[in-house]
């Protein structure tokens, strides 16, 4: 899968809000289940960084995203669900993968 990158002005803080918002959390709620304060959840949202740094994996975690995108937009890498629904279906025999398959096509046209 080929790596491909966001437009260059869309920032770390804008991910991370777009993030945030698609997750149906509010600024509370996500710096509760990161143990932060809003306010530092407000500065890294709107690029006046502070500690986001050392919060990155997290942030990305609690967000079910990579750190390459979160750093620089890049999209192609597999998050955590995907990475999990690729495991099972290796796992699988040659004739579940096929059924796998299918279903997944199915659901995809639904």
């Known amino acids: 899968m080929a790596n491909t990158k966001q437009p260059p002005n869309e920032t770390v803080g804008a991910r991370i809000r ?7 959390l509010t600024q509370d709620e996500f710096a509760e289940k990161l143990d932060v304060s809003r306010s530092a959840v407000a500065q890294w949202e709107t690029d006046r960084a502070g500690q986001i740094r ?10 079910n995203t990579s ?6 937009g890049e999209t ?6 995907e ?3 690729m495991r099972l279906y290796r796992a ?3 004739e579940d993968q096929r059924y796998l ?4 096509r199915r ?3 639904a």
């Open 18 to 24: 777009a993030l945030r918002l698609a997750a149906n």
């Open 54 to 63: 050392g919060n990155m994996e997290r942030i990305a975690k609690v967000l």
């Open 67 to 72: 750190l390459g995108y979160l750093v620089s």
């Open 76 to 81: 192609g890498t597999l998050l955590g669900t």
């Open 83 to 85: 990475l999990a629904l």
């Open 92 to 94: 699988c025999s040659s």
């Open 101 to 104: 398959l299918l279903t997944a």
């Open 107 to 109: 659901l995809a046209r």
